[in-house]
T-cell receptor
Framework: KAGVTQTPRYLIKTRGQQVTLSCSPI?????VSWYQQTPGQGLQFLFE???????NKGNFPGRFSGRQFSNSRSEMNVSTLELGDSALYLC??????????????FGPGTRLTVL | AQKITQTQPGMFVQEKEAVTLDCTYD???????LFWYKQPSSGEMIFLIY??????QNATEGRYSLNFQKARKSANLVISASQLGDSAMYFC???????????????FGTGTQLKVEL
C-alpha cells in the first residue's frame, strides 16, 4: 500500500505571496491532519479534515486554511506569507481518526522557505 | 503546561547497545494514546510504536518496546541492539480521547536526537 504523499517537496516563496501544498493520504484513509514543524516552536497541529469538513483546528491565524476533496486528498493554503511561515509542513492520514487508538501516518513533508 | 516532556535533547549510544528515550505526559483524560515517531534528517515522520491508556501490557514492535508506567505518567521508548540507521530525532506524542467533535490531534514533545556510534 502506498504511503502518504506530499507535493511539492520543496518550495521557495517571497513574503506576501501565497502557497498551496498538497497531500494524498493512504488509500482508504479518510482523516487528514496537517502539522507545522519549526526549530523554535516544534511540531504544532494546524487542522484536521474528515469527509471534506474541517473537524478540528489548531491555534493558527486565518491565513492558514485547508480543504479536503471527495477522494480524501487535501490541500492547505497559506496566504500573505511571512518569514515566520518558513517550516516543514507535514501531512498525516489515519483511517477514520475517531478513536485515540487510530494511528496517524505521516508523509515526507513539504519544506517551505519564505524569503 | 507541557503535555509531553522529553528531557533528553540528545543521546549517544554504542552500536548493538540498548537505549532508553524518556517521555512523560500530562493529561486528565482517562482515555489516551501514546505514540513514538522517528524522524531522520530527510524529515519524514516514521511511526514506531503505540500504547493505549487501557493496555495492560507494554507494547513491543521488533526492536522497539515501550516501558509504560501509567501511575508515573511515563512512556519511555526502549531500542534494543541499536544500529547506525537508528540515528535520528525521536518524538513522543499523545492523543487524548474525549475531545469535542472527535479531535484527531497529536501533541508532540520536543524530541530527542539519538546518535548511534560505532
Amino acid at each position: 500500500k502506498a504511503g502518504v504523499t506530499q507535493t511539492p517537496r520543496y518550495l521557495i516563496k517571497t513574503r506576501g505571496q501565497q502557497v498551496t501544498l498538497s497531500c494524498s493520504p493512504i488509500s482508504g484513509h479518510r482523516s487528514v491532519s496537517w502539522y507545522q514543524q519549526t526549530p523554535g516552536q516544534g511540531l504544532q497541529f494546524l487542522f484536521e479534515y474528515f469527509s471534506e469538513t474541517q473537524r478540528n483546528k489548531g491555534n493558527f491565524p486565518g491565513r492558514f486554511s485547508g480543504r479536503q476533496f471527495s477522494n480524501s486528498r487535501s490541500e492547505m493554503n497559506v496566504s500573505t506569507l511571512e518569514l515566520g511561515d518558513s517550516a516543514l509542513y507535514l501531512c498525516a492520514s489515519s483511517r477514520l481518526g475517531l478513536a485515540f487508538t487510530d494511528t496517524q501516518y505521516f508523509g515526507p513533508g513539504t519544506r517551505l522557505t519564505v524569503l | 503546561a507541557q503535555k509531553i516532556t522529553q528531557t533528553q535533547p540528545g543521546m549517544f549510544v554504542q552500536e548493538k547497545e540498548a537505549v532508553t528515550l524518556d517521555c512523560t505526559y500530562d493529561t486528565s483524560d482517562p482515555s489516551y494514546g501514546l505514540f513514538w515517531y522517528k524522524q531522520p534528517s530527510s524529515g519524514e515522520m516514521i511511526f514506531l510504536i503505540y500504547q493505549g491508556s487501557y493496555d495492560q501490557q507494554n507494547a513491543t514492535e521488533g526492536r522497539y518496546s515501550l516501558n509504560f508506567q501509567k501511575a508515573r505518567k511515563s512512556a519511555n521508548l526502549v531500542i534494543s541492539a541499536s544500529q547506525l540507521g537508528d540515528s535520528a530525532m525521536y518524538f513522543c506524542a499523545m492523543r487524548e480521547g474525549r475531545r469535542k467533535g472527535g479531535g484527531n490531534k497529536l501533541t508532540f514533545g520536543t524530541g530527542t536526537q539519538l546518535k548511534v556510534e560505532l
